[in-house]
């Protein structure tokens, strides 16, 4: 898939089939977000891949926007080392994962921001790592409209040149 044509079509996925995601597309995922810019190379992200049914059944237990991690295959918990620019630079790495997830047919979303302090020790996670967010991944479970999107027009959310100078 094209990368305009992969931000064009992605959408949140939050119900997937019971298919285990092969381990080559799991291996693009991560080095997907490992790949991406950051920050001075600061590379402030850490990424735990979760695959064990019980773990995945216990981080959906944790976060409360996002019981459905239980049914997916595949969780990445983002976790990020202290610096100005980490919550932007993870946040970069989280969407290189999402669109390469996306381009193999692979649905994701973004569950919770910054406030999953309980995810740490059940992961064995350092305190001075601040966990960012929870992907979970798998083939969605049915069709879901690609290209289907409610955004605004363009000429409502993009200026030329000054503030209220439509971009059309």
Known sequence: MEVFDTVRTILAVRQ???KPIPEPIVR???EAGRLTASSMNGQPWHFIIVQDKEMLRQLGA???TGRYIAQAPLAI???MEHSPFAISDASRAIQSMM???WAQG???NWVGFNNLKQVNPVLGIPEGIEILAILPFGYPDKAIGKGQKDRK???EIAHHERWNQPFA
């Open 16 to 18: 997937f089939e019971d």
């Open 28 to 30: 693009q995922i991560v």
């Open 62 to 64: 944790l976060a409360p």
């Open 77 to 79: 918990v983002v976790g």
């Open 99 to 101: 669109l390469t997830a």
């Open 106 to 108: 692979i649905g994701s």
């Open 153 to 155: 027009p363009l000429g």
